[in-house]
């Protein structure tokens, strides 16, 4: 009688591979071929011919090589020769259909006297019992990988990239497939960044938004280039000289942004968030501190790497040149800034909060220039242009003439306030909406 561990069938079928990959996913099982499903023996004609095609589908049809847990054997059964295929459960669970890869249409568990699809649920239980709780090395539950970008990038930084060195990596495992690291290496990954822009100072209006897929070096690649279209540069001058400063120091961003990407939680589907205010760009990063790990502690340089493989190819291509040096060199960006990085951190989430160097809030810019302080003399040369702005144009903003004077936001803000003061420009409207005209 047909069981959760014993299968009949009266000759053989390609539909046997469901039912070795679901005994060896499961407790083990055998398959009695020459057997009909009332348990009659009807014998097979051709035994040596039978046990070969069975030996060749096992090797064939099921992944990763599960040779090792199967044995098969003819025998006797009332006067009649049939095949006995012995499989054990397998210690690389899950096992697979060559063709259909881990997924429920590949992956077969025993229930009952049935072989049935496992669901999604089962498959990653079978990835964390037999793989440990490193996400980087369990088996990725897509196969069908592609790594165009990688092999790219590594060229470019003269790195091999055969697949000694993708073993060496972690990106393929000890059974032979890919890993979930090489997953996040590949085109097929699915954890993204999501970028934004925002008007002001709030959420309240966007101007740009962007998402982020594919292999994890793309998404660092393109993540950095879309802020630093943001990251305008602010002109001054310090008597004759003029002085050029970014609205956020650059290895600070290199630095936030790679942390995100190597320390992110990726058993998390939630994507890394980066929001552009006017003031100050925020990064929002599933995961919270390794256990055992204080704020205290990183904020000396003590790394825990959550991703540790992942960190190791970052290592490799020079993207990071010491573990824990991170928040060293983001608080260095800002040695002698009036304003300072902000960390916050939850349990499953943590936050850096990189402020806008250039940015002066119109209430304290106010009391930059007092009215008793400005001079009665005629306009500047920068005062001049932009009242020549208004010859073509009926108001202006304070960012026009930041553009027009390629200063920074203090500057324009100060040099607006001289104009009104003395009586060469009024203003319109107020707060965020507030524009300039000649008097």
């Known amino acids: 009688m047909e069981s959760l561990t014993v299968e009949y069938k009266r000759e053989y079928i390609d539909d046997i591979k469901y039912t070795v990959v679901a005994f060896a996913n499961t407790e083990g099982g055998k398959i009695y071929i020459g057997i009909d499903d009332a348990g009659q023996t009807v014998g097979v004609a051709d035994a040596d011919a039978v046990m070969l095609r069975v030996n060749n589908m096992i090797r064939d049809a099921v992944l990763p090589d599960v040779t090792v847990f199967t044995r098969c054997e003819s025998a006797v059964s009332d006067g009649k020769n049939i095949i006995i295929v012995t499989v054990y459960r397998g210690s690389a669970r899950p096992y697979y259909l060559a063709g259909k890869g881990v997924r429920p249409e590949g992956v077969y568990v025993r229930q009952g006297s049935a072989s049935v699809p496992a669901s999604e649920t089962a498959i990653l239980q079978m990835i964390k019992e037999t793989g440990g709780d490193r996400y980087e090395e369990a088996r990725s539950l897509q196969q069908k990988l592609t790594f165009v970008y990688t092999k790219a990038y590594f060229a470019k930084k003269r790195v091999k990239f055969g697949s000694n060195q993708m073993r060496s990596l972690h990106l393929i495992g000890e059974d032979g497939t890919f890993t979930n690291l090489a997953w996040l290496m590949s085109e097929q990954c699915l954890h993204t960044i999501k970028l934004a822009v925002f008007e002001g100072s709030t959420k309240s209006v966007f101007r740009d938004r962007l998402e982020l897929r594919g292999s994890l070096l793309s998404q660092l690649e393109d993540a950095y280039a879309y802020i630093d279209r943001y990251n305008r540069t602010r002109s001054d001058f310090a008597g004759l000289e003029r002085v050029d400063k970014r609205d956020y120091p650059g290895a600070a961003l290199r630095e936030v942004l790679l942390n995100a990407v190597v320390h992110r939680d990726y058993a998390v589907s939630a994507s890394t968030l980066i929001s552009i205010f006017d003031d100050r760009i925020e990064f929002v990063n599933i995961g919270g501190l390794m256990r055992g790990i204080t704020y205290d502690d990183i904020m000396l340089g003590v790394s825990v790497l959550r991703n540790q493989h992942l960190a190791n190819i970052f290592y490799r291509l020079h993207l990071i040149e010491a573990y824990g040096t991170g928040m060293l060199k983001i608080r260095e960006s800002y040695a002698d800034a009036p304003v300072q ?99």
């Open 341 to 439: 990085p902000k960390i916050e951190i939850s349990d499953h989430a943590f936050k850096i909060t990189l402020p806008n160097l250039n940015y002066v809030r119109d209430d304290i810019a106010s009391l930059a220039v007092p009215a008793a302080a400005v001079p009665s003399a005629g306009p500047s040369a920068r005062q001049r242009r932009v009242l020549q702005m208004l010859e073509n144009q009926a108001e202006i903003t304070r960012k026009d003439v930041e553009s027009e004077l390629k200063v920074s936001q203090a500057t324009a803000i100060i040099i607006l306030r001289e104009m009104l003061a003395q009586g060469w420009l009024k203003k319109a409207g107020a707060g965020k909406a507030v524009k300039y005209r000649r008097s």
